[in-house]
């Protein structure tokens, strides 16, 4: 699933994590809106579904999942999350050069988890 290094102490050895999943929580949740917040001590994350079609002034949603971290865990979500993105912008650019098929040439697994 991944894994864990003691950052203080390089002679620390890796620890893998290996978290298991109900089959409800492995199908995950819809979100197409994020917002973050925080206090001193922790940073708050609100994912909710939101429908954007609804031409009326309040907008109808619904929050599909509310999760909090500590400061210095949102700091490694940020840098995973960037990471991810990065690789997924090189992969997506790739993908959609002419000499690959052009517009989403072929379909393939662009799944994440890598184990280094």
């Known amino acids: 699933m991944g894994y864990y290094e003691d950052m203080d102490d390089p002679n620390t050895p890796e620890r893998h994590i290996n978290?298991?999943?109900?089959?409800?929580?492995?199908?995950?949740?819809?979100?197409?809106f994020a917002n973050v917040s925080h206090s001193d001590y922790e940073f708050t994350i609100t994912f909710a579904r939101v429908?954007?079609?609804?031409?009326?002034?309040?907008?109808?949603?619904?929050?599909?999942?509310?999760?909090?971290l500590s400061a210095k865990f949102m700091r490694e979500l940020i840098d995973a999350?960037?990471?991810?993105?990065?690789?997924?912008?090189?992969?997506?650019?790739?993908?959609?050069?002419p000499e690959s098929g052009g517009e989403g040439g072929g379909s393939q697994d662009y799944s994440t988890d890598d184990e280094e």
């Not at 429908?51 to 909090?68: A, L, T």
């Not at 999350?81 to 050069?97: A, C, F, P, V």
């Open 19 to 32: 978290i298991h999943f109900s089959p409800e929580i492995m199908a995950g949740v819809y979100a197409n």
């Open 51 to 68: 429908d954007h079609e609804v031409e009326d002034e309040e907008i109808p949603g619904v929050v599909v999942s509310r999760i909090n």
């Open 81 to 97: 999350m960037q990471d991810n993105y990065s690789k997924w912008q090189t992969r997506e650019g790739i993908r959609n050069l």
